[in-house]
């Protein structure tokens, strides 16, 4: 259980953050822990494996794509421990090696929609909305990227770091600086923590301004998303938790204390309605946000998991 803990606690601190690495270092995490429980009955082990889930789903709220990895991962059929394990590290491993492969087909879709000459912009730090521009740049396309500071974590920083060292002219902009200058750009990228049944995008707070200015500038917005990143529970009415986190991120802790009326609201992501996406690009092909019901239907099925 230690290294599972570890990997839990690394999600929570955000050392290992966005949406697609945290669902990979979850399913690994819970992979290793089960290879762990062979001595036990299957009861025990079921029950084990159960709770190590559970710790890992609980590290941030979010990103759907955590418990959708982690359910992907634990389901088994077996009546006994060893092919119990053997079933959970082999949903593991396809789970992993399909989640790194959409990347690649996420990168080689989106890229379609780049133009020649087109500046990008894209906000946070996504890896499947990263793979769009680098795959378009790859293809001899001569584009440039604007890239939001993404506060307050500022994820920003990353992203600009990972294209600049891809050789991709790149501009950072402070994230309220989006509208002024939305009339230079041709096309949004971002990436997506969860989309919901009715296609709205849930991701780094800012996307919505982005998509906002963007829809007055009639610029289009695509997605970039894999397949396990959409909601199944939205079907059931739930709604997707928007993660609050800590003051400290956005005001040193004594300064405010210092400031008895005042409060630090800091939400971390928020909800770009269907209505302001042009199309979101899954591993299996690029969709309108209204056909987010069949993605959840065919690639992780009806009932809730
Ligand atoms: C990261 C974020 C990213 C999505 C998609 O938020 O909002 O846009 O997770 O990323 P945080 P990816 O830094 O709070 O985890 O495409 O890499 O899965």
Same mark, same amino acid.
């Given at each position: 259980?230690?290294?599972?803990?570890?990997?839990?606690?690394?999600?929570?601190?955000?050392?290992?953050?966005?949406?697609?690495?945290?669902?990979?270092?979850?399913?690994?995490?819970?992979?290793?822990?089960?290879?762990?429980?062979?001595?036990?009955?299957?009861?025990?082990?079921?029950?084990? %494996?159960?709770? $190590?889930?559970?710790?890992? /789903?609980? *590290?941030?709220?979010? =990103?759907?794509?955590?418990?959708? !990895?982690?359910?992907?991962?634990?389901?088994?059929?077996?009546?006994?421990?060893?092919?119990?394990?053997?079933?959970?590290?082999?949903?593991?491993?396809?789970?992993?090696?399909?989640?790194?492969?959409?990347?690649?087909?996420?990168?080689?879709?989106?890229?379609?929609?780049?133009?020649?000459?087109?500046?990008?912009?894209?906000?946070?730090?996504?890896?499947?909305?990263?793979?769009?521009?680098?795959?378009?740049?790859?293809?001899?396309?001569?584009?440039?990227?604007?890239?939001?500071?993404?506060?307050?974590?500022?994820?920003?920083?990353?992203?600009?770091?990972?294209?600049?060292?891809?050789?991709?002219?790149?501009?950072?902009?402070?994230?309220?600086?989006?509208?002024?200058?939305?009339?230079?750009?041709?096309?949004?990228?971002?990436?997506?923590?969860?989309?919901? %049944?009715?296609? $709205?995008?849930?991701?780094? /707070?800012? *996307?919505?301004?982005? =998509?906002?200015?963007?829809?007055? !500038?009639?610029?289009?917005?695509?997605?970039?998303?894999?397949?396990?990143?959409?909601?199944?529970?939205?079907?059931?009415?739930?709604?997707?938790?928007?993660?609050?986190?800590?003051?400290?991120?956005?005001?040193?802790?004594?300064?405010?204390?210092?400031?008895?009326?005042?409060?630090?609201?800091?939400?971390?992501?928020?909800?770009?309605?269907?209505?302001?996406?042009?199309?979101?690009?899954?591993?299996?092909?690029?969709?309108?946000?209204?056909?987010?019901?069949?993605?959840?239907?065919?690639?992780?099925?009806?009932?809730?998991?």
């Amino acid at each position: 259980m230690e290294d599972l803990l570890i990997t839990a606690e690394k999600i929570r601190s955000m050392e290992i953050r966005g949406a697609g690495r945290i669902a990979v270092a979850a399913s690994q995490a819970l992979r290793d822990y089960a290879r762990t429980l062979k001595d036990l009955n299957i009861e025990d082990f079921n029950t084990k %494996v159960e709770e $190590a889930a559970k710790v890992l /789903v609980d *590290t941030r709220p979010t =990103a759907v794509s955590l418990p959708n !990895a982690v359910a992907l991962s634990k389901r088994h059929s077996a009546d006994n421990v060893q092919d119990a394990i053997e079933e959970i590290v082999s949903n593991s491993d396809s789970f992993i090696k399909n989640a790194t492969e959409a990347l690649d087909k996420i990168g080689w879709i989106g890229a379609q929609r780049i133009r020649d000459g087109d500046v990008i912009m894209t906000h946070c730090n996504s890896h499947a909305a990263i793979s769009i521009i680098k795959t378009a740049f790859d293809q001899g396309k001569d584009i440039s990227v604007i890239a939001t500071e993404s506060r307050p974590r500022r994820q920003g920083f990353i992203t600009i770091k990972e294209l600049s060292d891809y050789g991709i002219p790149t501009t950072l902009i402070v994230d309220s600086a989006v509208r002024l200058t939305m009339k230079d750009v041709d096309i949004v990228v971002v990436g997506a923590d969860s989309i919901s %049944v009715n296609g $709205a995008l849930i991701n780094k /707070v800012g *996307t919505s301004q982005l =998509a906002l200015a963007a829809q007055e !500038a009639r610029k289009n917005v695509i997605v970039a998303a894999e397949t396990y990143k959409f909601s199944p529970n939205t079907l059931l009415g739930e709604m997707v938790e928007i993660e609050d986190r800590s003051s400290d991120e956005v005001i040193d802790a004594e300064i405010l204390a210092g400031l008895p009326n005042v409060k630090v609201k800091n939400p971390s992501f928020d909800v770009t309605p269907a209505e302001y996406i042009d199309l979101i690009i899954t591993e299996v092909g690029a969709i309108p946000p209204v056909m987010a019901f069949t993605i959840i239907r065919d690639y992780l099925g009806l009932s809730p998991i």
